[in-house]
């Protein structure tokens, strides 16, 4: 889509220019205005004048070998040459002729005074009326107030047949689906007024950050070709109260003479929030009038006049449910992270726009990129072009993407962070117990790739395991794997160095979380069985959650989770101590090569 950018002047630009054209308007216009026209004569009818009287002024000039002279009555001024004539000084003195260095006109007084005062007075006084008819209109009238505050200044996209079409937007096949009933009817509503049925009024996007909400409500308006109107619910708020009311209903006037098109509101959980009883506040401020007003502006047009109103929020459970209500945003579309297949689509999109080499296997980049967003895709495979260009090739790698995807994850290689031997080897431990314990305990994903290169993130090193396909559910046995597979490198640090560090801080994190959400929201405890301890308040935005339960029984859980954890931990260290000679063979193989790939490690494992 192509967005309409109206060009914007600051006020001292206009006033610039009005002061330039009065100041060269009376600089050159009014001189040429006032000049005297000269009538040029022949010598002897200034004779002839002097004879007869006829002369006022005088003005010699030898340089000029020109005389410039007046009547009597001083109406006209004249000039003739120069002529060797010895009596016209004393003739002149006769005729009583006047003699003067400049022959100055005396101005037309009204003329002067209209140019002078009157006319700049005008100029400014016109413009200052234009001025303020602009700033009123882009205020929405005469009843709005100045300075644009009343105006929605939504994004504008015009139609565009070269804008952003579904064939853009991989991974969520699903959503599109949901869509292209909306785009049906914005080319034949006729096939839906026929039978009786209407369109949604408010169509919902939700889902995590980077989703692509944004983009499907563009390729919507892309593929029907209609108008499309984008706008942030943050710039609803005002500091004013009723400017954001205001500007909701100037989005909406403009919609409507533009129909058929869409309205994007991007992050409506900004003024969509649920509302409060008003014992405090008394329910008036900004944010819920303006949410007051677009309920009323979505009662106040049918489903049929061509307006599709599009949303888009990862924070659904805080809306007003009378925003949420049918006949308001009548439709929830979900649009969430893409699974093995989506990525792969997204990432075949997003390398169409660099150069890679032939044979590059997106598949497997899709697998080792588990859990990212489509925004996090195109991230990658840009990361990936920069490094071709950092390291002087014109095409990206399979080995570029791959370290992309390490950058976004655990952050660019520590060029200037150096390990001492002893440090080094103990983080080789550390990840060599990561991996060994994961390789030695049935159903956890195969090890890809092992390194103990510092990253800007703080990593002194980390283990990369990749799933073979979707995974969508998690037995009980499957999760304590995972922890203990957590645990493996502070056992490994028991195990070889006889010693801990402060290494294994994410470890004992994730490990910790993981063993709490098997009690509390997984019923995976004998105890409480199939109880919610805790529910998850935001699972778009990190899944936040919030115990529900007495005091007690948070004890119980805390000693339920130290149980899990430390079960797990003398698991990895039983293992370790079986696997010992392995161990040291393949802490001291990483230490010297620093980075090894999962298939090295099998091989030594295996050997």
Same mark, same amino acid.
């Given at each position: ?45 200034? /004779? ?23 009547? =009597? ?10 002529? @060797? ?23 037309? /007084? &009204?003329? !002067? ?5 009157? &006319? ?38 015009? *139609? $565009?047949? %070269? ?66 109107? !984008? ?15 205001? *500007?909701?209903?100037?989005? #909406? ?13 991007? @992050? ?7 509302? !409060?009883?008003?014992?405090? $506040? ?14 009323? @502006? ?30 308001? #945003? ?83 290689? =520590? ?15 550390? @990840? ?31 283990? /990369?395991?990749?799933?073979?396909? %979707? ?13 203990? +597979? ?15 560090? +402060? ?20 019923? /995976? ?27 007690? +029984? ?21 293992? &370790? ?19 090894? +790939? ?10």
């Amino acid at each position: 889509m192509n967005e309409v950018k109206k060009p914007k002047k600051p006020l001292i630009f206009y006033y610039g220019i009005v002061l330039l054209i009065v100041v060269l308007f009376n600089s050159i216009v009014m001189p040429m205005l006032l000049e005297r026209q000269v009538k040029e004569v022949d010598y002897g009818t200034f /004779m002839t004048m002097i004879d007869e009287g006829n002369i006022g002024l005088v003005k010699i000039s030898d340089s000029e070998n020109q005389i410039t002279f007046t009547d =009597k009555e001083q109406k006209q001024v004249y000039k003739t040459g120069m002529v @060797e004539d010895p009596t016209r000084t004393e003739r002149l003195h006769k005729a009583g002729a006047q003699f003067s260095g400049e022959i100055i006109e005396e101005p037309n /007084m &009204l003329l !002067s005074f209209l140019a002078t005062w009157v &006319l700049p007075l005008v100029v400014f006084y016109a413009f200052g009326h234009f001025m303020t008819k602009k700033m009123m209109n882009k205020a929405g009238g005469n009843n709005s107030m100045m300075f644009n505050m009343g105006k929605s200044n939504a994004k504008v996209y015009v *139609k $565009s047949s %070269n804008g952003i079409k579904f064939s853009d937007v991989a991974g969520e096949d699903e959503a599109k689906e949901n869509l292209t009933e909306i785009v049906d009817y914005l080319h034949d509503p006729a096939k839906y007024t026929d039978i009786g049925a209407s369109m949604p009024k408010g169509i919902l996007l939700v889902g995590p950050p980077g989703t692509g909400k944004t983009m499907l409500a563009k390729a919507v308006a892309g593929e029907a070709n209609v108008p499309f109107f !984008s706008m942030s619910g943050s710039e609803f708020v005002e500091m004013f109260v009723g400017m954001g009311a205001s *500007k909701v209903r100037d989005l #909406f006037k403009q919609a409507k003479e533009k129909a058929p098109c869409i309205v994007f509101i991007d @992050e409506i959980d900004a003024i969509g929030g649920k509302r !409060s009883n008003g014992s405090i $506040s008394g329910g008036h401020d900004e944010r819920e009038q303006t949410l007051n007003q677009l309920l009323t @502006e979505m009662d106040g047009f049918e489903g049929n006049t061509g307006v599709i109103i599009l949303a888009a929020t990862n924070r659904p459970e805080t809306l007003d449910p009378a925003l949420t209500r049918p006949g308001r #945003f009548d439709r929830r579309v979900p649009v969430e992270l893409p699974d093995l297949k989506g990525r792969e689509e997204i990432l075949r999109v997003h390398a169409k726009k660099i150069k890679v080499e032939p044979g590059v296997d997106l598949s497997h980049i899709a697998r080792m990129a588990s859990g990212a967003s489509g925004a996090e895709l195109a991230n990658i495979v840009n990361e990936a072009a920069l490094r071709a260009v950092r390291n002087g090739r014109n095409r990206a790698s399979q080995a570029d993407l791959e370290e992309s995807i390490e950058v976004v994850i655990a952050g660019y290689q =520590k060029k200037n962070a150096i390990l001492t031997d002893k440090e080094k080897m103990v983080v080789a431990y550390h @990840e060599i117990g990561h991996a060994l314990v994961a390789a030695r305990q049935s159903n956890s994903a195969p090890v890809q790739k092992i390194t103990i290169v510092p990253r800007t993130s703080g990593a002194l090193g980390y283990t /990369m395991q990749v799933d073979e396909g %979707n995974r969508y559910l998690m037995t009980k046995e499957e999760i304590e794997n995972k922890i203990c +597979t957590y645990t493996g490198g502070r056992a490994a640090e028991e195990v070889a160095v006889g010693t801990i560090t +402060t290494g294994a801080s994410n470890d004992i994190e994730q490990a910790t979380k993981l063993a709490r959400a098997m009690i509390t929201r997984y019923g /995976m405890s004998d105890n409480f069985d199939m109880v919610a301890m805790e529910t998850v308040t935001n699972q778009y935005l990190g899944g936040d959650a919030s115990l529900a339960c007495s005091a007690e +029984t948070q004890t119980e859980i805390d000693r339920q989770v130290v149980d899990v954890v430390k079960k797990q931990h003398e698991k990895a260290v039983q293992i &370790l101590l079986d696997n010992r000679t392995k161990l040291d063979q393949l802490a001291q193989y990483l230490y010297e090569h620093e980075t090894i +790939t999962g298939d090295e490690f099998m091989k030594i494992l295996n050997v």
